[in-house]
């Protein structure tokens, strides 16, 4: 009998030790291929188009963040990629070119871009395969005078998710509920609002509607929120829900240049959320000027796991941007030129011209991620954790893990909440 129960025993450890190779063996190939049930190669087509959104984002950031009439940024680089590419679908000639060329995408064929840009979007906002809300609306309205071409609107749907609308702005009033109305039920209600006011109504427009929360692949505990203080300024608080937690996270300290880099992955691992943020309460342009595509690559080169009690705001941020004259800046010159715009792939006419492009977004940060094993917390590696006060103006990225192409880049400068009393 006992021989019996050796025997089975011996099985038993043979068995058990097979298992675990099997799953080290599974733990080493998930560290390189990080989901395999969405790691579907990407073809070299959309692999390009990512590298050149992702330029497009530094770039794109740099020309706003000049314009002082801006204070919070948020915008999706490969859905203003997208909104290039439709530009060179709808356009001939320079009009076209001069769209492909914002994207550094000019040596590429017309193909290469449409079906490039179509298919990494695809990739990256695959809300199921991520486990994150991502909802996008795109939209092209035109005067109500205009005939949309045929081929034109099944391209630009089959590409880019563009429906078409007709406005008619003699009457303002209803045509800025309709954009706001639409908007709002793209977003589920999260983006009430893309404009108060549209200023030239004699053209065409682009409209993108958007609303993005992160699962966290770690959440926050929701009873761990407190009401804390966000500094604008030195001497401009307001007032704001904070979550907390502590975990394991990759972060650096770059003491010369005064901030700090966390890297908070995102569930299923896909994409993450990196924050930028100096030391002390300052205005972002010192940190900005350091923002480029090279010097984050580093920063995350240098990152390391370790522990972080991280305090974040729990907060939305809702930008609308009317994104016209910073793509002109870039070179987008003649499609947001009344007298030399070439759209007319449109309507078969060459009587539009780009007169606003709206770029807005609702990105939310709340408690809710993958649950996580709460033994963590009894572990030696969790002590002395390195504090990060999410407290005052900060810089942004969310990047996918394989392409890195930049799903959005941004910065919060001044949360909505109510101004602070002054201490004492
Ligand atoms: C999104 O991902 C799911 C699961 O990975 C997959 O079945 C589906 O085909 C994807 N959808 C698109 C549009 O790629
Ligand atoms: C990989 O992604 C699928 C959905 O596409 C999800 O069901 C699964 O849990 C993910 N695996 C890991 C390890 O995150
Ligand atoms: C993410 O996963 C959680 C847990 O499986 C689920 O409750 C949640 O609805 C998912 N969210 C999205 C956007 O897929």
């Excluded at 992702?54 to 002082?68: E, H």
């Excluded at 000639?93 to 001069?98: L, R, V």
């Excluded at 039920?185 to 404009?195: F, H, N």
């Excluded at 930028?276 to 080169?301: A, C, F, N, Y």
């Amino acid at each position: 009998m006992w021989m019996m129960k050796l025997v089975v025993f011996t099985m038993l450890v043979a068995l058990g030790a097979a298992a675990a190779k099997v799953a080290t063996k599974a733990a080493t190939e998930k560290k390189v291929v990080k989901n395999a049930s969405v790691a579907k190669k990407l073809s070299d087509k959309a692999t390009t188009l990512a590298d050149r959104s992702a330029n497009l984002a530094f770039n794109l950031y740099q020309t706003m963040a000049k314009d002082k009439n801006i204070e919070n940024i948020l915008i999706s680089p490969v859905v203003v990629a997208s909104s290039l590419g439709l530009v060179s679908l709808a356009g001939k000639s320079n009009t076209a070119s001069q769209a492909k060329a914002v994207l550094s995408a000019d040596k590429l064929s017309d193909d290469h871009v449409h079906v490039g840009l179509a298919e990494l979007l695809d990739h990256v906002s695959n809300s199921t395969a991520r486990n994150v809300t991502w909802k996008i609306g795109n939209r092209l309205y035109g005067p109500s005078s205009i005939n949309f071409a045929d081929d034109f609107v099944k391209d630009s749907k089959k590409h880019y998710n563009y429906e078409h609308s007709k406005i008619n702005f003699r009457d303002k009033r209803s045509a800025l509920k309709s954009i706001n109305e639409w908007a709002s039920q793209t977003t589920d209600g999260k983006l009430p609002e893309v404009t108060k006011d549209v200023e030239k109504t004699d053209g065409a427009l682009i409209v993108n509607a958007m609303f993005f929360k992160p699962h966290w692949d770690e959440k926050f505990h929701e009873q761990m929120v407190d009401n804390r203080g966000f500094m604008v300024t030195r001497s401009f608080t307001v007032g704001v829900p904070m979550m907390h937690r502590t975990g394991l996270y990759g972060y650096y300290d770059d003491e010369g240049e005064k901030l700090q880099i966390v890297e908070m992955p995102l569930a299923h691992k896909l994409s993450s959320m990196i924050f930028i943020m100096p030391h002390q309460v300052e205005s972002l342009d010192r940190v900005e000027k350091l923002l480029t595509r090279e010097h984050v690559k580093t920063w995350l080169g240098k990152l390391t796991v370790r522990a972080v009690a991280i305090s974040l705001p729990k907060v939305i941020l809702e930008v609308s941007h009317d994104l016209q004259k910073h793509l002109a800046d870039l070179g987008l010159t003649e499609a947001v030129d009344k007298n030399k715009a070439d759209l007319s792939r449109i309507s078969g006419k060459k009587d539009l011209y780009l007169a606003n492009v709206f770029h807005a977004a609702a990105l939310e940060w709340d408690t809710p991620g993958n649950p996580f094993d709460g033994d963590l917390y009894s572990r030696e590696e969790l002590r002395n954790p390195k504090l990060f006060y999410v407290d005052h103006p900060f810089i942004f990225l969310i990047k996918d893990s394989k392409t890195d192409s930049i799903l959005f880049i941004g910065r919060l400068v001044k949360p909505k909440g109510d101004k602070m009393r002054d201490e004492l």
